[in-house]
């Protein structure tokens, strides 16, 4: 793939990643590790999403209007994902590509296959003050060693009882903590270092595109229905990683 074929993917990536969190309020960081984990390396593919997933967040962040009261309440959550990101950041960062190419297709297939399937959960508050902390470390840790920060954040920040727009607040704070963690340790062990400026803005602008694109489909079509779609479609991609990445 020559320089400017591969260009046009990334952006094409981009505004397909931003659409999908434009429509269904996530999904930014999964499809670009996804796509781009098939076309160069999963460290610069975690690098290049750094700048567009943290510009993208920051919206979700102070959508809800509810944030010194989530902090109080997910606080052990997200100093857990710092230290679990930053102890497992060396994997891959590394760039050690079969693994963390399976780890990565393996992490889609999960987050994907437990999202369509899995029964709703609900977590009693008194269950909470010791499961943040342990889910915060485990999304931490998958965080570091793929760069797909949703399991298992995602279901469980889901299981809490928020209203909607606490709801879309809270995984706001998570990626946003998770994104930073992200890139503190990728700076850490040097692997930084491949990102180019440019190409980081390119990746806002079509992130940023997409985004505002798919607000206003969200309006035009069945979230519900989009979201199923776009599950499938990160089925066959983490599974189509894996295959190439042991055969």
């Not at 052990?76 to 891959?92: D, E, P, Q, R, Y």
Request: proline share 4%; glycine share 12%; with cysteine.
């Amino acid at each position: 793939m020559n320089d400017l074929t591969l260009t046009l993917a990334i952006a094409a990536t981009f505004v397909l990643a931003g659409t999908v969190k434009g429509v269904t309020g996530m999904g930014l960081p999964t499809v670009a590790m996804g796509i781009l984990g098939s076309l160069i390396s999963p460290v610069a593919a975690a690098g290049m999403l750094l700048l567009p997933s943290f510009l993208t967040n920051l919206f979700q962040l102070y959508e809800g209007g509810n944030l010194p009261a989530l902090l109080k309440r997910l606080w052990s959550m997200m100093l857990t994902i710092v230290l679990g990101t930053l102890a497992s950041s060396s994997l891959l960062a590394s760039g050690s590509g079969h693994g963390t190419t399976v780890a990565l297709g393996t992490a889609l297939i999960i987050y994907a296959l437990w999202t369509l399937f899995a029964s709703p959960l609900h977590i009693p508050p008194r269950h909470q003050r010791w499961l943040s902390p342990l889910i915060g470390l485990l999304t931490g840790l998958l965080t570091g060693g793929t760069g797909v920060f949703v399991i298992p954040a995602v279901p469980y920040i889901q299981s809490l009882g928020l209203q909607r727009d606490e709801l879309v607040q809270a995984l706001g704070l998570s990626f946003t903590f998770s994104t930073l963690a992200l890139a503190a340790g990728l700076w850490w062990h040097g692997a930084l270092q491949e990102i180019a400026l440019g190409t980081s803005v390119m990746a806002v602008l079509a992130a940023l595109i997409g985004l505002f694109a798919g607000q206003r489909i969200r309006k035009r079509i069945s979230p519900i229905a989009f979201k199923r779609g776009f599950l499938v479609c990160l089925i066959l991609l983490g599974a189509d990683m894996v295959l190439r990445a042991l055969l």
